[in-house]
């Protein structure tokens, strides 16, 4: 009995050993400046909403820099939200320009949602 128990209090401490270790490994869960490029490219390629071959992306200390030339000021402001969301992202640097700033394409929001950001401009 007396083994058992002693083995059950190894195995418990080995647990706990083991546990604590796993809590410090995940501490380099944070991304580098070129991991949160890259993640941040793939987002924008993954919504819709967003010309991400028209967008560059570059990243220095957590700070995202999005450039650029889009259609309308939603795929403008997509993009800035959809930046946002990656992990390790401390902010948003938007250079990001609107090619038909100061002249409508088609005002409406139904459009915008339905066909996508070319048809939408404030």
Request: zero cysteines.
């Given at each position: 009995m007396k083994t058992t128990c002693r083995n059950i209090q190894t195995?418990?401490?080995?647990?706990?050993?083991?546990?604590?270790?796993?809590?410090?490994?995940?501490?380099?869960?944070?991304?580098?400046?070129?991991?949160?490029?890259?993640?941040?490219?793939?987002?924008?390629?993954?919504?819709?909403a967003t010309p991400a071959w028209s967008i560059d992306v570059s990243t220095s200390e957590g700070i995202v820099t999005l450039s650029g030339t889009v259609s309308s000021a939603l795929a403008k402001s997509r993009a800035d939200k959809v930046a946002s969301t990656v992990k390790g992202v401390r902010g948003i640097d938007d250079d990001i320009e609107n090619a038909y700033e100061g002249g409508a394409i088609v005002v409406d929001n139904d459009l915008a949602v339905r066909y996508g950001p070319e048809y939408y401009q404030p």
């Open positions: 195995y418990l401490f080995t647990g706990l050993l083991l546990s604590l270790g796993t809590g410090l490994s995940s501490a380099r869960e944070e991304l580098d400046d070129s991991e949160i490029t890259n993640a941040v490219d793939d987002q924008l390629v993954e919504d819709a």
